[in-house]
């Protein structure tokens, strides 16, 4: 991943973006069926899917107590409620050992939808 973006800069210069970029390891926890693929001007990133950021969201505030990243998770499944596959997150929830939180954010989004 750093020679992409190594490569990116190299060709485009210093330039000013809101945008935050998280390089996680080499191994991908997610789905590779959630991944999406994003061309910019010739270069390639791939975007893991929305389900596999909040379940990494749901790790940290429940393994972690990180209150944040809960608060992040939250959110992000209020603001992408229509798009979210609910049962591959509730399986992962499961598998994570996230479940009652996941839950417990699930019915607040619940609340939104009325």
């Known amino acids: 991943m750093s020679t992409c973006l190594s490569t990116f800069?190299?060709?485009h210069g210093r330039i000013d973006?809101?945008?935050a970029i998280e390089i996680p390891?080499?191994?991908?926890?997610?789905?590779?069926?959630?991944?999406?693929?994003v061309d910019i001007e010739g270069i390639v990133a791939y975007v893991i899917g929305i389900e596999d950021i909040i379940t990494d969201?749901?790790?940290?505030?429940?393994h972690w107590?990180?209150?944040e990243d809960g608060r992040w998770a939250k959110r992000m499944?209020?603001?992408?409620?229509?798009?979210?596959?609910?049962r591959y997150l509730?399986?992962?929830?499961?598998?994570?050992?996230?479940?009652?939180?996941?839950?417990k954010f699930?019915?607040?989004?619940?609340k939104h939808e009325g």
């Open 9 to 11: 800069f190299s060709l």
């Open 17 to 19: 973006l809101d945008l």
């Open 25 to 37: 390891g080499s191994t991908l926890t997610g789905s590779q069926n959630k991944l999406t693929r």
């Open 57 to 62: 969201r749901l790790n940290a505030y429940v």
């Open 65 to 67: 107590k990180s209150e």
């Open 77 to 86: 499944m209020i603001l992408h409620r229509e798009k979210i596959d609910w």
């Open 90 to 103: 509730e399986d992962r929830s499961r598998k994570d050992k996230t479940y009652k939180a996941f839950k």
């Open 106 to 110: 699930k019915s607040e989004v619940d």
